[in-house]
């Protein structure tokens, strides 16, 4: 009963369209309220679930995207892409996955990288002749990478969650989301093939391209400041993350003098509603935790997950099954939140890596971005090009999707892809 009121009450609240959020916390405080387990616990475990050192990251990661992103140095290396690709066949496409690939390193938010890079590859790509849907689905997928590639949010709340490293989780997920962002590219450029999409209106000459390598230094530098500082040991994730708002203030002000103080106002206020909407979401989920916990669901939960097999590679296959069908309909931070606490003792009984499941999981996530109903990223990038998410844009992401799927099953079946850096750099040992 104690099952069917947490869960039954939760999920009936998404079906009628209440945010995710709200859900959650509507049904921990229905369940509080109805077998007496203290009010006062709410107000207790509010604070408790945003009051952990890693998680004050988020907030500076998501600064520190969105100061890059006004700043315009998302601009010098699209260029620099856009002129290397040239003319080939899917030029401006596959120059977008890969600007994606490197935003990722920056902003660690799919609909933050959507938003930036859309603006910078949707109107190019639709002048030279792409289908504007075709347009819309490449960014929304490439930007899917942002949660994968480091620094990443979910990876941030994930490790809290878990106690695993954060900084051996960005390790861990250089090589999937580098592996996820190839198959993208193997994907677009079959498509461009077919319809004979290009890139540029001119190819670079050599001069051109070396022009704007050196401008986009200052964009490629970001990343090597932000990951370098922290897998040298130099600085805390959450340190890092300070110093790329630094970095981002001192390019966008004295170097591209984009930054006036209007700018960096709305950067902050944007920061705001961004990191509350997390930060609510994390406590919202907390408390449901711990309603579910209190009562014996969770117990219940992890226990029916452990009996169902004990094979570490059919768990994983099931999990992923799962993540992705949940990922069609709830945000990464919420399936990381509720599900995990049941997950976590099956991982353990059968001695699967978190760090590992982790990077699976996630990569399971960055998918759910663009599987609709609820594809955070194809929303934004469908606003962009002022259209809703239709038949025909559908049509242009299923064959990311299962590119992204397939790139998910290599990843789950070779573990090193995941382990490989964290392990030969010390910062993790299994």
Request: proline fraction near 5%; include cysteine.
């Amino acid at each position: 009963m104690a099952a069917l009121l947490v869960f039954g009450v939760f999920i009936f609240l998404i079906i009628i369209g209440v945010p995710i959020a709200s859900s959650l916390g509507a049904a921990a405080i229905g369940a509080i309220m109805n077998y007496d387990l203290g009010m006062s616990m709410i107000s207790r475990n509010f604070e408790a679930n945003i009051a952990k050192f890693p998680l004050v990251a988020i907030p500076f990661f998501i600064l520190a995207g969105v100061l890059m992103d006004k700043s315009k140095i998302v601009d010098g290396i699209a260029r620099f892409l856009i002129l290397l690709t040239g003319r080939r066949r899917g030029g401006l496409a596959i120059a977008a996955v890969i600007a994606c690939i490197f935003w990722g390193a920056v902003s660690g938010s799919g609909p933050a990288t959507a938003a930036a890079l859309g603006l910078v590859f949707i109107t190019p790509m639709i002048k030279q002749g792409y289908n504007k849907y075709f347009a819309a689905t490449t960014i929304a997928a490439g930007a899917g990478l942002s949660i994968i590639i480091p620094p990443s949010i979910s990876f941030i709340v994930y490790g809290q969650l878990t106690s695993v490293s954060v900084g051996a989780l960005f390790l861990g997920g250089i090589i999937p989301g580098v592996l996820v962002g190839i198959f993208l590219i193997g994907v677009v450029y079959i498509i461009s093939r077919k319809n004979n999409y290009r890139g540029a209106e001119e190819s670079g000459t050599p001069k051109e391209i070396f022009k704007a390598f050196i401008d986009s230094l200052w964009a490629l530098f970001a990343p090597v400041i932000i990951l370098g500082s922290i897998y040298l040991g130099i600085a805390t994730p959450t340190e890092a993350a300070i110093m790329g708002v630094f970095y981002a203030l001192f390019v966008g002000i004295f170097v591209y003098h984009t930054l006036p103080i209007n700018v960096i106002y709305q950067a902050l206020v944007d920061t705001v509603v961004s990191s509350a909407v997390v930060m609510f979401v994390v406590s919202m989920a907390g408390i449901f935790s711990w309603a579910a916990a209190t009562l014996g669901v969770i117990d219940a939960a992890a226990n029916l997950i452990s009996s169902i097999t004990t094979n570490k590679l059919i768990f994983m296959f099931l999990s992923m099954i799962v993540m992705l069908i949940a990922g069609m309909f709830l945000d990464a931070i919420s399936i990381t939140n509720v599900f995990m606490p049941m997950i976590m003792p099956a991982l353990l009984a059968l001695h699967i890596d978190p760090l590992y499941f982790g990077v699976c999981l996630t990569t399971a996530l960055a998918i759910g971005q663009i599987t609709p109903p609820v594809a955070v990223n194809l929303y934004v990038t469908a606003n962009l090009i002022h259209s809703n998410i239709n038949n025909e844009m559908v049509k242009f992401v299923l064959p990311m999707v299962y590119a992204s799927v397939l790139a998910l099953i290599l990843i789950v079946l070779i573990p090193q892809l995941s382990l490989f850096i964290p392990i030969i750099s010390k910062l993790y040992i299994p």
